[in-house]
């Protein structure tokens, strides 16, 4: 199994950032499609941002592009997802996702909605006001 751990979650003023930090055991030789979800009260859950963990392709929602940034650090088996340019309906509960994939098309297939991720961290509260 893969474990995932958030941090980094807080409160910010409108236009302050943030970093969200994931942090995963379990299958850490694997390549795997990471990311973020977030869902607020009385909203559907909105997939973020995406990395392949194998070569670093990345994929954002549009209403993220150009503010947001999802990385990796190999080493530590960690993403980060450095949120700037924060605006009030970024507020939400924030999750980590995971899913052991053999290639980067599977994480487009993931990051579409096409199939669903299997595992999942226990959130972190973004709030912007």
């Known amino acids: 199994d893969v474990q995932l751990v958030e941090s980094g979650g807080g409160l910010v003023q409108p236009g302050g950032s943030l970093r969200l930090s994931c942090a995963a055991s379990?299958?850490?030789?694997?390549?795997?499609?990471m990311g973020w979800f977030r869902q607020a009260p009385g909203k559907e859950r909105e997939g973020v941002a995406y990395?392949?963990?194998?070569?670093?392709?990345?994929y954002y929602a549009d209403s993220v592009k150009g503010r947001f940034t999802i990385a990796q650090d190999n080493a530590k088996n960690v993403v980060y997802l450095q949120m700037n340019s924060l605006k009030p309906e970024d507020t939400a509960m924030y999750y980590c996702?995971?899913?052991?994939?053999?290639?980067?098309?599977?994480?487009?297939?993931?990051?579409?909605?096409?199939?669903?991720?299997?595992?999942w961290g226990q959130g972190t509260q973004v709030t912007v006001s």
């Open positions: 379990g299958y850490t030789h694997s390549d795997k499609c």
């Open positions: 990395i392949y963990t194998g070569g670093g392709t990345t």
């Open positions: 996702v995971a899913h052991v994939v053999g290639s980067s098309g599977y994480c487009s297939i993931l990051s579409r909605g096409e199939a669903d991720f299997g595992y």
